[in-house]
């Protein structure tokens, strides 16, 4: 149980384009879910809090009006990277705390992001 | 939610146990401690928690020291496939330190 799905696993995106990353909750309603940014050999790095009905939370640094999240419903939030540049390719994870509450947080499988 | 201190890499030969350490000397009395793994170009995987006691379930052991100030990840049986990064976190926070890459040799 406690699954989420990430839609795709990967995209290749012409620079200047937008791309949509999708993270849905399988089995469970996530009212908030975490999208999270990992460069080559490096660790995940928050990027934003995703709440069902509201605005979305971003870390300190990160362009509000670039990665556009949007959490519609209690499955599914939405990652888009608008006019995306080569420096924007990355792996892009989500995840949603497991809604029993003490088994921690569940993962995507990963979005690999190569703008060309 | 308290820092975590992992080593930044540790071998381990096939089939032997392979022990990871985290230290988290400020963890609060009612945090749990975590333990992830990144499977190259995956996403992170849960392993086992636990808060005071002892834990062990089809994938790992974890003790936790009577202080709580560090715990240690038991792989009793490493296999080429536990070759991941292995992330310790305290309670419920959400950034990632380095953790550990963990590489199992045959």
């Known amino acids: 149980g406690a699954v989420v799905s990430q839609h795709p696993s990967w995209v290749i995106c012409k620079s200047g384009t937008s791309v949509k990353i999708e993270c849905r909750s399988l089995?469970?309603?996530?009212?908030?879910m975490f999208w999270y940014r990992q460069f080559p050999k490096q660790s995940l790095m928050l990027m934003a809090t995703?709440?069902?009905?509201?605005?979305?939370?971003?870390e300190q640094g990160v362009e509000k009006d670039k990665f556009l999240i949007n959490h519609a419903s209690l499955t599914l939030s939405t990652l888009t990277v608008t006019s995306a540049h080569p420096e924007d390719s990355s792996f892009y994870i989500c995840?949603?705390?497991?809604?029993?509450?003490?088994?921690?947080?569940?993962f995507g499988s990963g979005t690999r992001l190569t703008v060309v | 939610d308290a820092k975590t201190t992992q080593p930044t890499s540790m071998d381990c030969a096939e089939g032997r146990a392979a022990n990871l350490p985290c230290n988290h000397s400020?963890?609060?009395?009612?945090?749990?401690v975590y333990w992830y793994r990144q499977i190259h170009s995956q996403g992170p995987q849960y392993i086992i928690h636990g808060l005071k006691n002892n834990e062990t379930n089809e994938m790992a052991s974890l003790i936790i020291t009577e202080d709580r100030k560090s715990s240690t990840l038991i792989l009793p049986h490493a296999t080429l496939r536990d070759t991941a990064v292995y992330y310790c976190i305290a309670g419920y926070a959400l950034n990632f330190g380095k953790g550990t890459s963990l590489l199992v040799t045959p």
């Open positions: 400020t963890i609060s009395g009612n945090e749990y």
């Open positions: 995703s709440n069902e009905g509201s605005k979305a939370t971003y």
């Open positions: 995840s949603a705390r497991v809604p029993r509450g003490i088994e921690g947080y569940t």
């Open positions: 089995d469970f309603q996530a009212t908030t």
